[in-house]
């Protein structure tokens, strides 16, 4: 009896771990079409990323997410909203950008993002920050 009472008050209270917490990590892909008709975007700079030139006719975007001190149920929560989802506004100023503005987490919630866009090569980057469509 008497063991049975240091297992389940005192253990808890004795600073070890409660529930679990633990780094987790997952690539992302995402393929966003670019229209024939498009001859120039922009990519938005709110995250740093890294472009590389491809053959093919879409933009590919691969994310790294690695959060530290959350749950992995959180973590599931995370990567099916739409914070690392990318798209293409065609009506304003044609910028390649976030789904959703980031946010901060919270809660001793560590969050590191590594972008890399793959863009096709036929778009060169010119000073202005656009790549345009080179012929």
Same mark, same amino acid.
Request: net charge negative; glycine share 8%.
């Given at each position: 009896?008497?063991?049975?009472?240091?297992?389940?008050?005192?253990?808890?209270?004795?600073?070890?771990?409660?529930?679990?917490?633990? =780094?987790?990590?997952?690539?992302?892909? =995402?393929?966003?079409?670019?229209?024939?008709?498009?001859?120039?975007?922009?990519?938005?700079?709110?995250?740093?990323?890294?472009?590389?030139? &491809?053959?093919?006719?879409?933009?590919?975007?691969?994310?790294? %997410?690695?959060?530290?001190?959350?749950? $992995?149920?959180?973590?599931?929560? &995370?990567?099916?909203?739409?914070?690392?989802? &990318?798209?293409?506004?065609? $009506? $304003?100023?044609?910028?390649?950008?976030?789904?959703?503005?980031?946010?901060?987490?919270?809660?001793? %919630?560590?969050?590191? %993002?590594?972008?890399?866009?793959? %863009?096709?090569?036929?778009?060169?980057?010119?000073?202005?920050?656009?790549?345009?469509?080179?012929?």
């Amino acid at each position: 009896m008497f063991a049975r009472f240091l297992v389940i008050v005192l253990l808890p209270g004795m600073g070890l771990p409660g529930p679990l917490y633990s =780094q987790w990590s997952k690539t992302l892909h =995402q393929v966003v079409d670019l229209p024939d008709t498009l001859s120039a975007f922009s990519i938005s700079k709110d995250i740093p990323f890294d472009t590389i030139f &491809w053959i093919g006719s879409d933009i590919l975007v691969e994310t790294r %997410v690695v959060m530290t001190g959350i749950r $992995e149920s959180g973590f599931g929560y &995370w990567l099916a909203s739409d914070r690392y989802r &990318w798209t293409l506004d065609l $009506e $304003e100023d044609r910028k390649f950008r976030p789904l959703t503005a980031r946010r901060l987490l919270g809660g001793g %919630v560590e969050e590191m %993002v590594a972008l890399r866009i793959h %863009v096709p090569e036929y778009f060169l980057p010119s000073p202005d920050g656009y790549f345009r469509l080179h012929e």
